[in-house]
Structure formats: C-alpha cells, structure tokens
C-alpha cells in the first residue's frame, strides 16, 4: 500500500521535527554545562602585591639561651680531661686540669714568706706592747715608742703583703682546675690531653641546659619596625620543623655588627626537640605595618604557597577565558618573609589562584570563589 503525503501538509510536520529536534539539543547542552558547573573547582584568586613590604625575611643560627667557652688565664700542658662532647655536667663539677708544678712551688715560697713575716710581725708586736707599756709609766720617751710603732707597722704590712701572695698563687691555681659555671652539657672539645693551653684560649663550650633562641641580623632600615614580643615563624630545614618564635631581645647598637642589629627570638621548651645549637634557620618576620621598600620597585611578589614544583620548574595557576585552571611556568627571585618574587612570567596586574577547594591540574574548570 503507498502512502501519499500531500505537499501542503508536509511543511508543518517537517518544522514541528526540526523543532523537537533543537529542543532536545539546547537540553542536553544545558545538561553539560550544569554538570560543568557542578564539578568545577573552587578557587580564590588575587594580583600580586608589588610595592607594599609586609614582611621581614632574615637567616640566624640556633644558639643556647647561655653559654660559656670554657678558658684558663694561665700557660700550661694539659695534664687531664674529665669530660667529654655530650656529657651532662653539675655546676662546680671539675672538667679539666693543667700542669700546676710551678704555681705549687710559688705557693711554697708564699708560705715561707708568711712564715717569715709572722714571725717578724710576732716580735714587732711584743716590742710595741712592752714601749707602749714602758712609755706609760714614762720609762720610754716618745720617740723610741715612734721607732717602735714603725717597726710593728712595718713587720705588719710585710705580713699582709706575704698573705697576698699566698691569695694570688692560689687564684692563679684555681685556673688550673677547671670547673664548670653552671649546669648543662659539653657540645666542644676544642684541645686534648697532653696540649699546651694558652690564656684566653677555648678549651670546651658548655652550654646551659633549657631553652634555645635563634640570633639573627636586621638591617637598620626595618629595625625600627620591629618590636619585642613580636611573633616569627622559624623556619629550621635541617630539622623539618617550622616553629612560632617570639622576639625577646632587640639590639640598640649595631657598632660591632657591621651595621646590623642583632635580634633574638625565643624558641618554645616542648619544640626544641631534635634542634641543635649551631642549626641555620630562616626567619619570617611580620612589620607592624606595610612600607614601601626602596629597592622594590616593579617587583611582582606573590604567596609561596601559590607557587606549583614539578621537576626543576616552577609554576602557577592562573584562570584562562574558558574558565579553567592553566599552569603557568614562571620563574622566580629573592624569598621575603612568605611572599617569593616572580621574575618572568607573571604580570603586576595579572590574577592568579592562591587557593583551590579541590585537585587542580591544566584545564580543569574554576569557579571564582
């Protein structure tokens, strides 16, 4: 059987199939972009800062909150060493000894010397005591009880004179003995048994057991922006660890540091695990307001923690015109404080992704937070 469609009404059924056709097609393409939408990540965004300084960035050193290098005042050969790196001490504890044979022998001779004058003095005295007597029922004129006043002040003196020379034979013996100041723990051994100690000369650091503090140096043009109890993050690459210092100490001169004033920041009791005195770390320190550097002119400075590393290349995300993420090589400057100056790559005004609440990766659909 052939059907036969009339021409006049083949038009109208043509149109209502195209019709349902496009309808069809604009659904399912405003399916695909809700469902875009829907998986996008969301991002927040921002433009690099360039001339606003918010933020010090300095190196120091890990140092014991007290210290002392251990020296004598006298020449000699190391006879003994009672400690070691690594040992504990008690306050007074002996740590070392040097040769002492002539001090004894000087002490010796200011014990004879005591001796001698004891007995001189002990006889002036007898004198003085029998004028002194004698001139009393004038039997003595006064200028024989003169004589004889000299003479006991005299035997006198030589008395305390012999007496101080035994004090500084036994101070100078005390440096051949030596002790520890205070309480801590032995980290140098600068000499060994059997060497000749000079005066001055480091024999062995202790440093006090407790807390540790970092040292570190600060120009002169943001010293004046920093503040005791100020906090720093410390930042320790040997040890893994970032830690929240506090400033506690500021310099007020800086004529024996070549310009630079040398801060200190203390460091918690319960995160000084694992850290040593001598460990170099890098210090972020907040200014108390933002100034603009001198020497900062046309830097693009953005978050570290902005910053993508993949291999030996550096990167960030930034938002194409179709609204997904494109990783952007960019080569980077000087660290300060937590923002890293971007060399190349980057414009002043150009946005880019700090944050993202998902997996980012090139392409993937962005939604501006």
Known sequence: MRLTI?????????TGICLMIMGSCSSNHHKDKQAVADTAV?????????????GLSVSGVIEAVQSANISTRVMGYITSIKVNVGDRVSKGQLLLTISNDDILAKGAQADAMIAEANAGFINAQKDFDRFNALYKQQSASAKELDNVTLQYKSAKARLDAAKQ???EVNATLSYTNLTAPFAGLVTQKMIDAGSMANPGMPLLTIEQSGSYQVSVSVPESEIGLITEGTPATVTISAAHQVINGKITQIGKSSQNSGGQYIIKIHIPDYQKQGLFAGMYANVAIPLKQAVKAADTDGLV?????AIEYKNQLTGLYTISSNHTALLRWVRLGKTSANEVEVLSGLAANEPFIVSAEGKLYDGVAVKIK
């Open 6 to 14: 009339h021409p006049n009404s083949a038009m109208p059924l043509f």
């Open 42 to 54: 969301v991002v927040t965004v921002s433009q690099p800062a360039t001339d606003l300084k918010k």
């Open 165 to 167: 020379a035994r004090n």
């Open 301 to 305: 400075m953005v978050p570290v923690s």
